[in-house]
C-alpha cells in the first residue's frame, strides 16, 4: 500500500514537471459499484484493475457548438466528460484529422476533428481523471477499410518525405498535448488500416509510416501504447495475416485493436479466436477499440442510420433497447476480458446525439455551420463520391448513451456495475421478432406464442395476440410472392412477424450454398475431369456457390445431377434449374422429373456463352401420397476442342396446385 502511495507521488511528480500546464485533476471515476440502477448486468468475473473502459467522444465540441446540452443522472447540466467518468469510463478517445477544411475554412464535418479539437477534449478528458487515446487517421478525412485517403497537403510528397512529415505531425501534436498536461494513455497509428494508410498499399510504405509515427509516440509519451487498429475480424486468417506482415517489416507496436460490431463483425466467439490468436502468437496486447448497439430502432436527427428497425442484412442478438445496448457492452466486455493480454473495450460515438428535434432543415444548418454531422457538402471537394454526395447528419445517433434530449441512458451505468454485476429480477424486455415463411398454396399459421428477450438477454415464450383479420390472411394468399409485417402484443410489449409468402421449394442445399452436393447426387457417365460444388460468387446465378463442370476430353461431359425428394404433400409440382456454360459441341442437355423412376416430363436446355444463363421448367409433374420424385439436369456435350464447361445453380422444386 505504502509502495504503491510512493510511486504515485513520483508519478505526479514527473507530470507536473514534464508538462507546460497542470491540470487540477478531480478523479471522480468511481471506485464502487454504483447503488439503484435499474439496469440488469451480469457480473464479468476476473475482470483486470487497469482494464480501459472507453468512450469515443470525438464529435461532443461540434455538438455543443450546435447547441447540444448534456446532462448527469440528476438532471443537471454538467460537463459530459465528467457525467462519462462518473459512470465508470476510464479513457477517453478522439480523432485527429490533419486538414478538415476547404480553402475558404468551412469544416467537413463528422465533429471537424483536427487537432485542436483533440487538445481541447484532451483537457477536460485528464480533468476528470481519464486517459486520452490519439486516433491520427493521417488524412484530412474519414479513413476506414474502404478509404484511406492522404491529406492534401501531402499529396504529391515522396514516401520518405511523407514519413517525415508523419512523423513531425504526431511529434508536433504529442508535444502541445503534453504541454497542455494532457493525460495520453494510447496513440493510434492509422485508423481502420487493413488495406491502406495515409493513401500508401504496398505494406513495406505503410510499415514506414506506421515506425514514423511510433517514434514519435515513444519520444513524445514512452508510457503510452502504441495501437494498430483494424477492422472486419469475421474475415478469416485477416488480422493474422496483418500482423505477420508487421512483425515482417519490424513495425513497433504494443496493441493490435479490432473494431467489432456485433451485427456486421462475427460472433463473439469468433472474436475471441481471433484476438487470442494475436495475443498468443505475437505476444500484443489486444482491445475492441470500436463497438456500439442501438437502443432504439428509431431515428431522432432526421438523418438516416446505419441499423434501424428497416434493416434486415444485420444480426441482431440483442434487441434495440437501453438493456440491449448495456448487454452488448457487457458481453463484448466479458469476451475480451477473458482473452490473452485482452486491456479493454472502446465504446464509439456514445454522445453523438441529435443537434435539434424540429426539422431536418434546423439540423442541416448546424452540420453545415459547425461540422456536428458526419459530412458537410464542403467535403464534397476532398471526398466527392462519398461526403460529398451522401452528407447530412448521425447515423448513429440511436447507438448513443445519451438520449435526444442529452441525458444520459441507464445502459451508461453498464461501465461500472460490470465490475460488480446487478443481476436483479430479469424482466421481459422486448419480443423478438417472429420470422415465417408459407407456401403460397399451404396454410398460413401464425404461432400462438413468440419469444420474450428478457432483459438477462435469455429468451421465454409468452402468449401473443397478433392483429390480423381472416381478410389479411385471404389477402396475403392472393398477393402473390410478397413480405408483410404483422404487429401483435405479447406480455404488454409489441410484437412484429415477418411473414414472407413464398413458393416454396421442396429442394434442399437447393442453390449448393452449403457448400457441398449433398443431398444431391450424381451419376457422371462420361468421367469428366471436374465435377464438383465451386465457391466463385460471380460464376453463381444466386449466392457464392454451384455445381461447376469441365473436361478435357471430347465426350468425356456426360452427367446426371439429380435430387430425390420422398414424402411430398399429394399435388402438382414443378421443377426449375439454371444452367450457363460454353464449348459444348454437339450438345442434348435437358431438365427431367422421375417419379417412382418413370420419366414424367423433360424440357430442352443449352449452352451458349459465359453469364448467359438458361433457366427451363418441367411442368405438371404430378405426385401421390408416398411416390418418390427424381428432379435433375442431364448435360452429354460433345465438347468443341477443348472440351465443354458449365455452372448449374438454384434448383427449385415447387408447388403447382
Ligand atoms: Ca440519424
Known amino acids: 500500500m505504502k509502495k504503491r502511495w510512493i510511486a504515485m507521488l513520483l508519478v505526479t511528480a514527473l507530470l507536473t514537471a514534464c508538462a507546460g500546464t497542470k491540470i487540477d485533476v478531480e478523479n471522480v471515476i468511481p471506485t464502487e459499484k454504483i447503488e439503484g440502477s435499474s439496469l440488469y448486468v451480469k457480473k464479468v468475473e476476473d475482470l483486470p484493475d487497469g482494464f480501459i473502459m472507453g468512450m469515443d467522444a470525438s464529435s461532443v465540441i461540434a455538438e455543443e457548438q450546435s447547441g447540444v446540452k448534456y446532462y448527469n443522472f440528476a438532471g443537471e447540466e454538467q460537463d459530459v466528460f465528467k457525467t462519462l467518468a462518473e459512470n465508470g469510463i476510464t479513457h477517453i478517445r478522439v480523432r485527429v484529422w490533419n486538414h ?33 487515446i490519439v486516433d491520427f487517421h493521417y488524412s484530412d478525412f474519414w479513413a476506414d477499410p474502404g478509404k484511406q485517403m492522404v491529406p492534401l497537403a501531402w499529396k504529391d510528397m515522396s514516401i520518405s518525405e511523407k514519413s517525415d512529415a508523419l512523423y513531425a505531425f504526431t511529434r508536433d501534436s504529442l508535444n502541445a498535448m503534453k504541454q497542455e498536461g494532457i493525460a495520453v494513455g494510447m496513440v493510434q497509428l492509422g485508423n481502420e488500416t487493413n488495406t491502406e494508410l495515409c493513401g500508401e498499399s504496398h505494406f513495406e510504405n505503410i510499415a514506414k509510416l506506421m515506425n514514423a509515427g511510433g517514434k514519435a509516440v515513444r519520444e513524445v509519451y514512452p508510457n503510452a501504447l502504441i495501437a494498430v487498429h483494424l477492422a472486419n475480424p469475421e474475415r478469416s486468417g485477416a488480422y493474422d495475416g ?52 442501438a437502443y432504439t430502432g428509431v431515428d431522432t436527427d432526421f438523418s438516416g442510420n446505419t441499423i434501424s428497425d428497416e434493416t434486415s442484412t444485420i444480426v441482431k442478438d440483442y434487441p434495440f433497447t437501453v438493456q440491449g445496448q448495456a448487454n452488448n457492452v457487457r458481453n463484448v466486455i466479458d469476451t475480451v476480458a477473458h482473452v490473452k493480454n485482452g486491456i479493454g473495450v472502446v465504446y464509439w460515438e456514445g454522445t453523438w446525439i441529435t443537434v435539434g428535434t424540429s426539422s431536418w432543415e434546423e439540423n442541416h444548418e448546424k452540420w453545415e455551420k459547425y461540422g456536428s454531422g458526419w459530412a458537410s457538402s464542403y467535403a464534397s471537394v476532398y471526398d466527392p463520391d462519398d461526403a460529398g454526395r451522401y452528407y447530412g447528419g448521425s447515423a448513429v445517433d440511436n447507438q448513443a448513451m445519451f438520449d435526444p434530449e442529452g441525458k444520459p441512458l ?27 415463411a408459407f407456401d403460397l398454396k399451404g396454410t398460413i399459421t401464425l404461432p400462438e406464442t413468440v419469444n420474450a428477450v428478457l432483459s438477462s438477454n435469455e429468451q421465454k415464450a409468452v402468449p401473443v395476440e397478433w392483429n390480423v383479420t381472416e381478410a389479411d390472411i385471404e389477402a396475403m394468399y392472393q398477393g402473390g410472392v410478397k413480405t408483410y409485417e404483422i404487429t401483435g402484443t405479447a406480455d404488454g410489449l409489441p410484437a412484429r412477424a415477418i411473414v414472407s409468402m413464398i413458393n416454396f421449394n421442396y429442394l434442399q442445399n ?17 468421367g469428366a475431369d471436374q465435377l464438383y460444388v465451386e465457391e466463385k460468387v460471380t460464376d453463381s446465378l444466386n449466392g457464392v456457390f454451384h455445381a461447376h463442370f469441365w473436361s478435357a476430353k471430347q465426350d468425356s461431359v456426360d452427367f446426371s445431377l439429380f435430387q430425390e425428394v420422398k414424402d411430398l404433400p399429394a399435388g402438382k409440382y414443378s421443377f426449375t434449374i439454371s444452367i450457363m456454360g460454353g464449348d459444348a459441341g454437339d450438345a442434348q442437355i435437358f431438365c427431367y422429373a422421375l417419379v417412382d423412376g418413370v420419366e414424367v416430363g423433360r424440357t430442352p436446355m443449352k449452352i451458349t456463352s459465359y453469364g448467359e444463363w438458361d433457366t427451363e421448367t418441367v411442368h405438371g409433374i404430378e405426385v401421390q401420397a408416398g411416390q418418390t420424385v427424381t428432379v435433375g439436369i442431364s448435360v452429354k456435350c460433345a465438347g468443341a476442342g477443348s472440351g465443354a464447361w458449365g455452372k448449374i445453380d438454384d434448383g427449385l422444386l415447387n408447388s403447382e396446385s
Do not use: C
Open 510 to 526: 437447393f442453390g449448393f450454398e452449403d457448400g457441398t452436393l449433398d443431398p444431391w447426387q450424381t451419376e457422371d457417365r462420361g
Open 242 to 293: 496483418f500482423a505477420q506482415r508487421l512483425e515482417a517489416f519490424d513495425v513497433d507496436y504494443d496493441v493490435l485493436a479490432s473494431s467489432y460490431y456485433p451485427y456486421w463483425h462475427g460472433t463473439l466467439e469468433n472474436l475471441s479466436n481471433v484476438l487470442n490468436g494475436i495475443a498468443e502468437k505475437y505476444g500484443k496486447k489486444v482491445m475492441v477499440m470500436e463497438t456500439s448497439y
Open 410 to 436: 441507464e445502459s451508461l451505468r453498464v461501465w461500472n456495475l460490470v465490475r460488480y454485476g446487478n443481476e436483479i429480477d430479469p424482466v421481459a424486455d422486448a419480443i423478438a421478432d417472429t420470422v415465417l
Open 100 to 132: 478538415p477544411y476547404d480553402a475558404n475554412g468551412n469544416g467537413y464535418g463528422g465533429g471537424n476533428n483536427d487537432f485542436e479539437k483533440a487538445i481541447e477534449i484532451g483537457k477536460r478528458a485528464t480533468k476528470y481523471g481519464m486517459q486520452l
